[in-house]
Nanobody, 124 residues
């Protein structure tokens, strides 16, 4: 059972940057694809970015392309989300997730393990 813990959220002004981290409890995480999702109040959870187990492939939702970068360090069992040029509409709780079966990148149901989430608030 892999446990995931996000960190790095906070309050930032529009145009600013944040770096989220997701630390896994087990080294088996290095064999799993990983993703970041977010959920704003009153909205469904939505896909943000994903990365293959090796780090060789990455995928981004259209609203964050060119502003967010997902990466991973398997030696540290950690996935990162660098968020630049933040906008107020990026405000949400951000969750990391792990997919051991290498399914569809953008479907939450494909991910077996989830963190508790970290709040990101972007002020205008």
């Amino acid at each position: 059972q892999v446990q995931l813990q996000e960190s790095g959220g906070g309050l930032v002004q529009a145009g600013g940057s944040l770096r989220l981290s997701c630390a896994a409890s087990e080294h088996t995480f290095s064999r799993y694809d990983a993703g970041w999702f977010r959920q704003a109040p009153g909205k469904e959870r939505e896909f943000v970015a994903a990365i293959s187990w090796s780090g060789g492939r990455t995928y981004y939702a259209d609203p964050v392309k060119g502003r967010f970068t997902i990466s991973r360090d398997n030696a540290k069992n950690t996935v990162y989300l660098q968020m630049n040029s933040l906008k107020p509409e990026d405000t949400a709780v951000y969750y990391c997730a792990a997919d051991p079966r290498h399914g569809s990148w953008d479907r939450p149901i494909e991910y077996d393990y989830w963190g508790q989430g970290t709040q990101v608030t972007v002020s205008s």
